[in-house]
């Protein structure tokens, strides 16, 4: 696939699964953007992310790229991340990774700092865990991740993880004889987040709840299938 930033051109070489990119912001604090590139079948038992370091000219093969981030832990799909807004105040950006567990097994987003140099695993990351089945997000937390600039105006960098089938805050309905929730969310974290942190317990700084007045689930709002950071819409700073 080919990568366009402003002007350059670079194609990219990996296998079919490199489908999600992350750009826009420095993961090493050098002023260039840098580009990640994930992989569902890369190096990683879940997913794998490798770090493209600005200025990137010319083609690449990303067999040849040597940083990277393994998810080997866990129990679904680590392969969506995000470049994100400095969370800890170290003056360099940072990288996020959500991995989907489903609606049977646990759920997880990671908090990397950057710089990100050499192989790296999630293993030594800020670990937020969502439980299956939970009021908190669960089904599905860590589907989408996204920077979210500094929402709260604090100088630390903010982030949103989407939970599509979640079911916090969500009007309860009897389907098959059983009590079931499921709306969507979208949960907001505020930097500096520095410690690994069950959502169950302890929630996040702000919840993005779906709505829904029907069992059926097509009908599902799905709030956090995808979640994006706006920029500041109205100019209040």
Not at 14 to 29: A, E, Q, R, Y
Not at 84 to 113: H, K, M, W
Not at 137 to 143: A, L, Q
């Amino acid at each position: 696939f080919f990568f366009s930033s402003r002007r350059r051109h670079t194609r990219l070489q990996g296998d079919w699964s490199s489908d999600v990119c992350s750009s826009d912001l420095d993961l090493d604090g050098d002023g260039y953007e840098d580009l990640v590139v994930s992989s569902a079948n890369g190096t990683g038992t879940y997913g794998s992310h490798s770090v493209i370091y600005g200025p990137i000219t010319g083609d690449l093969s990303l067999s040849s790229v040597t940083d990277v981030i393994n998810v080997n832990s866990g129990s679904g799909s680590g392969y969506v991340g995000a470049i994100v807004q400095d969370t800890d105040g170290d003056g360099i950006d940072d990288y996020l990774i959500g991995e989907n567990g489903g609606f049977i097994r646990y759920s997880y987003a990671y908090l990397l700092p950057g710089p990100i140099t050499g192989t790296n695993t999630v293993a030594s990351a800020v670990t937020l865990s969502a439980g299956y089945g939970s009021r908190r997000g669960g089904y599905y937390f860590g589907n989408s991740v996204s920077d979210g600039g500094d929402i709260d105006g604090d100088g630390y960098g903010d982030f949103i993880v989407g939970a599509p089938w979640g079911d916090y805050g969500c009007t309860s309905f009897e389907e098959s004889g059983y009590t079931d929730y499921h709306c969507g969310n979208a949960f907001v974290f505020y930097g500096p987040v520095t410690a690994s942190l069950a959502v169950d317990t302890y929630g996040s700084d702000a919840v993005l709840v779906g709505t829904r007045g029907t069992t059926d689930l097509s009908l599902n709002e799905q709030i956090g299938i995808a979640v994006s950071g706006a920029g500041d819409l109205d100019g209040d700073g």
